[in-house]
């Protein structure tokens, strides 16, 4: 008896969950969602990580010095190197926090510096409501961001400036520029704050100005490519052409280390890309082949303009244009389709060729490694494309809506307005900070090598050494 009536006190037990479970369900649901980390999005966020420290050193660095004359090979790979360690050690003083805690729309706070109160079992949010990953690693993976940024600048007046003069602009320009920059793009509450509309008003208002205004950008298109082109483009104009710029020649003194170093930036931008997602998910294989197709069909569509125009196809051409559709489908990855993938590699392949022969030489500045015409103009049709391959009726994913769970209704030219608000912030905050440091730098130290320290190369006169010996 005690059996029978323990076991019908047992089903009654279950028919009162099973009523009442939906609406327990439904109430907890709507009250928070449990933060969850998951090893597998851990796992490919470190790896991740490290592929953007390949893309840094070694790949820019062997992509840009195999680009100079021999003599200022090794200037090239030192200021490389050492950008890479110096925004390390400012990234964890002050940097994080700045970009990624609550501030105004233009700054964040000091509440994290030093990476105070950050554990391991701090965690940060994802793009999906209850996924997290540990903080330190989305530290550690925005860390590269903020290293490879400044370190795209100096492609653009390489070989005649002070190794002192670039140490201290990149400080000045990191703190001013990339930062302000990070945060108004990528700074948010983050999905579970978006639980109604009340809540992703309110949540809204404490992102950052260009996160505010729409603007899409997955990966870098304007806080990486188009703020360091446009500062690229500001130094060159301001410190003036190389000797000898349109005389004699100034060709690369190493094409293959320019391949090899092209080579290890696109394997290293499937870290930069896909793991800007932050999670290891379908979404991720989707930016995967996104990153892979525009930079193929980049790379095709450089070779062909310059087939075209100067007869013969080069390896730094294709090299160039690998990097162009790189740079190009960052800020999209995340929104386009394959076929729009393709679409804007084969646009910006032949749109930069153009800018670094056409435009160069038209406008007569010497962006020595083609800093602004690969990543100013690329991340510039990449940003506002972006608006354009985004929509689900090009094959694009549309743009989610938290409040809903579901993709939100597209409007193609109110995304393209959003994409111009932020490139034209960009430009002109970039701009502005980028000349004001030029100018201080100048009046401290000086910018510029003397002339006969340039004619004889960077390597012996800035650092005592060579890189190659006869």
């Known amino acids: 008896m005690k059996n029978r009536f323990s076991g019908l006190m047992s089903l009654a037990a279950l028919a009162l969950l099973m009523i009442c479970s939906p609406i327990l369900s439904a109430e907890e649901t709507a009250a928070a969602v449990v933060p969850t980390v ?39 790979l030192m200021q490389i190197f050492v950008i890479f360690a110096m ?27 030093f990476l105070k109160g950050i554990t391991p079992d701090s965690m940060a949010a994802t793009f999906s409501k209850g996924a997290y990953v540990p903080e330190f690693i989305y530290v550690a993976f925005q860390l590269t961001f903020a290293a490879i940024t400044p370190a795209l600048i100096i492609g653009a007046f390489a070989e005649r400036v002070k190794f002192s003069a670039v140490l201290l602009f990149m400080f000045i320009w990191f703190t001013f520029s990339y ?34 205004k729409g603007a899409l950008d997955f990966a870098g298109g304007t ?3 188009i703020n360091a082109g446009i500062a690229g483009l500001i130094g060159c104009l301001m410190i003036g052409k190389r000797i000898g710029f349109g005389k004699e020649s100034l060709a690369p003194h190493s094409v293959t280390m320019t391949m090899i170093g092209a080579s290890l930036l696109w394997v290293g931008w499937f870290g930069f890309n896909v793991g800007s997602n932050l999670e290891a998910n379908g979404l991720a294989a989707l930016v995967f082949v996104n990153t892979l197709l525009a930079s193929a069909a980049a790379t095709l569509s450089w070779m062909a303009a ?8 080069s390896m730094l051409g294709g090299a160039s244009g690998a990097v162009a559709g790189l740079v190009a489908i960052t800020p999209a990855c995340g929104w386009a389709g394959p076929m729009g ?41 990449g940003a506002i494309g972006t608006g354009i391959v985004a929509s689900p009726d090009l094959g694009g994913t549309g743009v989610w809506d938290y409040v809903a769970n579901g993709v939100g209704q597209f409007s193609m030219t109110t995304q393209v307005t959003s994409q111009l608000w932020g490139v034209g912030v960009c ?14 730098v100048d009046v401290v130290i000086g910018l510029r090598v003397p002339a006969e320290v340039e004619r004889e190369g960077l390597d012996i006169c800035e650092h005592g050494e060579s890189a190659y010996h006869s």
């Open 306 to 313: 310059e087939w075209l125009m100067r007869g013969k196809p």
């Open 223 to 225: 806080v990486v490519h």
């Open 427 to 440: 430009i002109v905050w970039t701009s502005i900070v980028s000349y004001l440091a030029f100018k201080l």
């Open 38 to 76: 998951n090893k597998g999005d851990t796992a490919w966020m470190i790896v991740a990580t490290v592929l953007v420290i390949l893309m840094v050193v070694p790949g820019l660095a062997l992509f840009y010095g195999g680009m100079v004359r021999a003599k200022n090979m090794l200037s090239v």
């Open 87 to 113: 925004m390390a050690i400012l990234w964890a003083l002050y940097g994080y926090s700045i970009a990624f805690t609550e501030g105004n729309a233009f700054f964040g706070g000091f509440s994290k510096v």
């Open 179 to 212: 930062l302000p920059m990070a945060h108004m793009v990528w700074y948010w509450a983050g999905p579970d704050a978006y639980t109604d509309a009340k809540a992703a008003e309110a949540a809204g208002a404490t992102a950052g100005f260009i996160f505010q």
């Open 341 to 381: 993938s393709i679409v804007l590699g084969l646009v910006v392949g032949a749109v930069c060729f153009w800018g670094v022969t056409g435009l160069k030489a038209k406008m007569g500045y010497d962006d020595s490694l083609d800093a602004f015409g690969v990543h100013g103009i690329g991340g510039i049709i």
